[in-house]
C-alpha cells in the first residue's frame, strides 16, 4: 500500500507545502539526502496550531500538533520529491517544543509525528531523535520539526 492510501486510511490529509517566511529554503537536497527546514503544525486551511505545553495545552494536545506538523513535512516532501515513495528513510529528527521550564514531557509531545512516520513507512519511518523544550517558538506555535531524509533512487 502506497504512503498516501495509507495517509486516506487514516482519514488524513496533507495541508499545502509552507512556503519560507525569511530567507531560507525548505528543503536542501545534498547527495542522496533531503534537509527539511523546520516546519509548524500548519493546518490545510492555513492556520496553525498554537499554544504552550505545561500552560495553556496537554500532552495530548501537543500530541496533535506533532503529528500535524509531520503532515506539513510530509507536504514540503512531496513538493520537493513529487513522490512520498521516494522517501528511502527517515534519517534524524529534531523536535522543539513550545513549553513552560518545568514541563519534561517532550518525548510525548514529538511521538505525534514519530508514531505517524512509523504507520506510513514502517522500518524506512524509524530515525535518531532529539525532543527538547524551548522558551518560545515563531508567532507560538506548539511545536517546530526539522527532518533529515535519505532520498530513495
Not at 62 to 77: E, F, N, S
Amino acid at each position: 500500500m502506497s504512503v498516501e492510501d495509507k495517509l486516506q486510511e487514516l482519514g488524513l490529509s496533507l495541508p499545502p507545502a509552507p512556503k519560507p517566511v525569511a530567507n531560507y529554503v525548505p528543503a536542501m537536497p545534498v547527495g542522496n539526502l533531503l534537509y527539511l527546514s523546520g516546519h509548524g503544525p500548519w493546518q490545510e486551511d492555513g492556520g496553525t496550531i498554537i499554544g504552550k505545553l505545561g500552560a495553556d495545552m496537554a500532552v495530548e494536545e501537543g500530541y496533535v500538533a506533532a503529528r500535524q506538523t509531520a503532515l506539513a513535512l510530509l507536504a514540503t516532501i512531496k513538493d520537493q520529491l513529487g513522490s512520498l515513495e521516494r522517501v528511502g528513510r527517515l534519517v534524524k529528527l529534531l523536535g522543539m517544543v513550545n513549553c513552560t521550564p518545568d514541563f519534561g514531557q517532550q518525548p510525548q509531545v514529538i511521538n505525534g509525528a514519530s508514531d505517524l512516520f512509523v504507520e506510513l513507512y514502517g522500518e524506512r519511518g524509524k530515525h535518531a531523535r532529539s525532543a527538547v523544550g524551548m522558551a518560545s517558538l515563531p508567532r507560538g506555535i506548539a511545536v517546530e520539526i526539522e527532518l533529515i531524509l535519505e532520498v530513495a533512487d
